[in-house]
């Protein structure tokens, strides 16, 4: 059973920095796809970002060139390092995590981020 556990969510200015933290367990981290996701009350889970085994990362045009996901595979984390945060990237941020050949997914329980001056 994979276990994720999201931190570092918090009140943050507008342009300033946050790096986000999931930190997993309970199965092979090299063996899982990892996405950020994040949702404002009453609106759908929006994906942010993904990064695969290897490091691949994508993201939507909404964070692009602004967020950037790094895993640290040694220690079983993946970051989420938001920079330049907008009023509008305030939301409860999600870590998921999907197994590769299985396809089976889980999920943390959130932690808000709140950009605000």
């Known amino acids: 059973q994979v276990q994720l556990v999201e931190s570092g969510g918090g009140l943050v200015q507008p342009g300033g920095s946050l790096r986000l933290s999931c930190t997993t367990s309970g199965d092979n981290f090299a063996m899982l796809l990892i996405r950020w996701y994040r949702q404002v009350a009453g609106k759908q889970r929006v994906l942010v970002g993904s990064?695969?085994?290897?490091?691949?990362?994508e993201y939507p045009e909404s964070v692009k060139g602004r967020f950037a996901i790094y895993r640290d595979n040694p220690r079983n984390i993946v970051y989420l390092h938001m920079n330049d945060p907008k009023e509008e990237d305030t939301a409860v941020y999600y870590c998921?995590?999907?197994?590769?050949?299985?396809?089976?997914?889980?999920w943390g329980h959130g932690t808000q981020v709140t950009v605000s001056s």
């Open positions: 990064a695969t085994p290897s490091g691949f990362t």
């Open positions: 998921n995590a999907r197994k590769i050949l299985s396809g089976e997914e889980h």
